[in-house]
């Protein structure tokens, strides 16, 4: 992991829509995270996206949905992304450097919020690769665990490397001087990989259908009645956890309509 945390080497640009990264670290070859300042009028709720990008070379903003992967309260904002070699935005954005100009439109949105769900007792947070950034600052929102007795965080990966920002930021959790109190013994963390060896493998959807993810974790199996949940991965992981979900009696809640469950795509890939 190497971060980057320098004397920004330009000033602040003065594009619109433009905020300044203040450091960048580097996870994987596939993986990196960056944070920027954040415009003193943007308000956010926890799971939320906004649209960030660079200029792109004909002189137009070349944007893309991020979610936000810092907490509401915090002074600056964060994003967690994958580096696609010949993606448009994060070919050059796994570039930057502290003190670059970052284009954020500052308008929030999204389903991936506590408000699309009715009251409930336990909350799956369900996430593969980059998916996991929503629930980073959702785990750091006092609301989620003032809402539910137990949260399960399910987050899957190919490698163990890529886990890692997901690991740090839960290992954090209990040391946290907002949260660390409200978080008691209330998180299940259950990371898995599926193509290199570690203690907990296999797919999310294969061990929430086996039910091995109960069984090793002691709890019982989804309850509509109880169980809330929170998908956000690619496509094809999405729409096979909706299955999932949908057969054991939960459905898809919005802002407008609350129910069980919510979804959203890890955007960039
Ligand atoms: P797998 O290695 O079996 O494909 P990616 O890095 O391609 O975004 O994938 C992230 C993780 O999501 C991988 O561990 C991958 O498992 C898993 N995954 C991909 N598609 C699905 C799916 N449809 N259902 C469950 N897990 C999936």
New binding site residues.
């Given amino acids: 992991m190497t971060v980057t945390q320098a004397t920004p080497r330009k000033a602040t640009p003065t594009l619109p829509d433009a905020q300044t990264v203040t450091s960048v670290t580097h996870y994987t070859d596939r993986l990196f995270a960056f944070r920027c300042t954040r415009p003193r009028s943007l308000r956010f709720r926890s799971g939320e996206f906004v649209m960030i990008g660079l200029m792109g070379d004909n002189g137009k903003p070349l944007l893309r949905a991020y979610s936000i992967a810092s907490p509401s309260w915090d002074e600056e904002l964060e994003f967690y992304s994958i580096k696609v070699p010949d993606g448009p935005l994060t070919s050059k954005l796994q570039h930057i450097q502290p003190g670059d100009a970052l284009i954020l439109r500052p308008k929030p949105v999204g389903t991936l919020v506590l408000d699309a769900l009715l009251p409930g007792k336990r909350l799956w947070m369900l996430a ?2 980059t998916g996991i950034a929503p629930f980073a600052s959702l785990l750091r929102d006092p609301e989620t665990w003032e809402k539910y007795e137990q949260v399960i965080v399910m987050h ?3 490698d163990v490397d890529e886990l890692t920002y997901g690991r740090n930021l839960i290992e954090a959790l209990p040391e946290d001087p907002l949260i660390g109190e409200l978080v008691g013994g209330k998180l299940l963390y259950y990371p898995t ?3 290199e060896k570690s203690a907990h493998m296999g ?3 294969d061990n929430l259908t086996s039910g091995k993810v109960f069984a090793d974790l002691g709890i019982p199996p989804l309850n509509p009645g109880f169980d809330r949940a929170m998908v956000c ?2 496509l ?2 999405n729409l ?1 956890v909706k299955a999932i979900l949908e057969a054991a009696g939960l459905r898809e809640g919005a802002n407008s309509d609350p129910a069980e469950y919510v979804v959203e795509k890890a955007f960039v ?1």
Wanted: net charge positive; proline share 0%; hydrophobic share 20%.
């Fill in positions: 593969t690769g899957t990966c190919r990989t599926t193509r797919r999310i959807t991965g690619s094809a992981f096979d890939d």
